[in-house]
């Protein structure tokens, strides 16, 4: 190989994949999970005025969600590892528009954080996705599901709570929009969050995490 042919072969593979490079879309770096998204549809669309999950891994691994709430006849697992508030913000019209759900449960916003985002830049995306939703489907309810206090992320605890209060305020402000707290109820009495509802990373829930979000979030799958 020719030192031309060497260098270009070197650029190649040093390069960041497409979604790292700047000014990538949130469309080219979830490419592959939005590919698989749409194989699903092609193959059996859900029926519209399901209940709909989006975000980040936590919905994601969530394995058998889609019968967690047997009173529901339609449950939607759209979920893709590693994302944050502002993808799901930039692909509302791939996650939520065509299934037309009249409720969108969203959990994101803890790699945003983790990542560097502000709670104020949270509560901008959150804003962001929720009158895209609005706009397009306006019977469409959207619940926020608060940001899990993650033992590997202690060092973000207080702007995960700050952005938690952010968004339960400004939820407040509109009968369309619902928080479901999960933080609360995983941490122990001493305020610190409860080992046992995390995986060996502390970060993913193990089974009990994903039975006490399912006890949590079924109060307010209301029609």
């Known amino acids: 190989m020719n030192r031309r042919a060497w260098l270009l072969a070197a650029a190649v593979w040093l390069s960041p994949p497409v979604w790292a490079q700047a000014g990538a879309t ?123 206090p993650s033992p590997s992320r202690l060092a973000h605890m207080a702007t995960m709570r700050e952005a938690n209060l952010l968004i339960q305020t400004f939820v407040l402000n509109d009968d369309r929009l619902d928080y479901i707290d999960v933080h609360t109820a995983m941490l122990d009495n001493d305020g610190r969050a409860r080992p046992e509802l995390f995986v060996r990373d502390q970060l993913h829930l193990s089974a009990e995490g994903y039975g006490l979000w399912r006890q949590i979030v079924s109060a307010h799958l209301r029609p």
């Open 26 to 148: 949130a469309e080219q770096r979830w490419k592959s999970e939005l590919d698989a998204f749409a194989a699903a549809d092609r193959k059996q669309m859900p029926p519209a005025g399901g209940v709909l999950f989006v975000g980040s891994s936590s919905i994601r691994m969530w394995s058998g969600l889609e019968t967690a709430f047997a009173d529901q006849p339609v449950v939607i697992r759209r979920g893709f590892g590693g994302s944050r508030l502002s993808d799901s913000a930039d692909l509302v019209h791939r996650l939520v528009l065509p299934y037309q759900p009249r409720l969108v449960v969203l959990y994101a916003g803890e790699n945003d954080l983790a990542e560097g985002a502000s709670p104020q830049d949270l509560l901008g995306h959150f804003v962001r996705f929720v009158q895209q939703v609005q706009t397009a489907l306006p019977a469409t309810r959207v619940a926020y599901m608060s940001i899990k």
